[in-house]
Structure formats: C-alpha cells, structure tokens
C-alpha cells in the first residue's frame, strides 16, 4: 500500500502545466488614455475656411501635452497666431519672446465608447490668461475665451488623441477685442 501511494504521488508530481497558453487579454479601461504625447497642433482663423483654401493643408506646430486624471495639461502652449491676430504679424515676435513659456491646462470627463475601442473626451477648456508687458511700467492682460468644438477621442489600438478647441473671443485688459477673428485649434498626438 505504502508503495502504491509513493508512485501515485510521483506520477502527480510529474504533472505540468503548459508555458504555451495565451496571456488573457486586459479589459480596455478611461485610465489608459493617461500619459504624455506628442503631435502637432493646427491653428486656423474660422472664417478663412473658404473654398479657395480648401486644398491647401496647413502646416502644424510641433507640441506636447500630458495627460493625468481629468486634465490634459501643455507646457509649452504656442501662442502666436493668437498674438498676432490682436498685434499684427510685425509685433508678434517680440512679444512672444516677452512672454515667455505659456503654460495651459484643459479639463475634461471621459467615457468608454460602446465599442470600447476609445475613449471620449468632454472638454470643458477656461480661459487662457495673458500678461504681456509693454514696456517696464505697463503690461496688458489678455484672456481668451476658449470652447470646445468636439468631444476629444483617444483610440485604443492606435494611441492617437485628437482633440478640436476654439477661440472664440478676446478681452484686454476686461474690455473686448472688437477684431479678434475666431480661431479654431485642431489637436493630432501620439502617445509616447
């Protein structure tokens, strides 16, 4: 009896799992839209849309952008077509120059697709504030208004977030920019 049992548990010891099953695949989840990326932005005056236009692409502005809980968050905002639409093309540059890094964060609540292969975005943008300084006893607040135009998307099997924002208005120093032409902002990333 006693060496029954011994080759019984020898028969069961020798018994192995195989290394060749597949890895269960991971449920799609909000949170993996998290995480820094790169891509371009395009900036486009809403009226300059036309058809003579049409066949033209304009070309993108490199950035950068992080993306963590309920913010997408860029660094380094590019700001001149902004700028140059309220100054002019000649002051544009220095101004930028003045300005410095502008820092600009976005804010949104998202859900899973029905598909859920992506994830959507509601954003929900505040104004982005200005101060430019005009020489070295005065300096200019600008806040432009900005809105969403779309929900943003992010897509699972090709990482890609695109987002659309829209700058709608201008008030200087609290009084409105009668000029300032709307100005749709057009968002391609990849995450890194």
Known sequence: ????????????TFTSCSDDDEPTPTEPKVEDVYGDYTGTMISEVAEAATEANEGEETEGINIDATVRNDTVYFTDFPVRDLIASVVGEESADQIVEAIGTVSYKVGYKSSMTTAKDSVYMEMSPKPLELTIPMDEENTMTVSVEISAVHKGNYEFETKNLNMELKAEKVLIDEQEFPTFPATDFTFEMKKK
């Not at 009896?1 to 020898?10: D, E, K, N, P, R």
């Open 1 to 12: 009896l006693w060496m029954a049992c011994m080759m019984m548990g020898t028969t069961l």
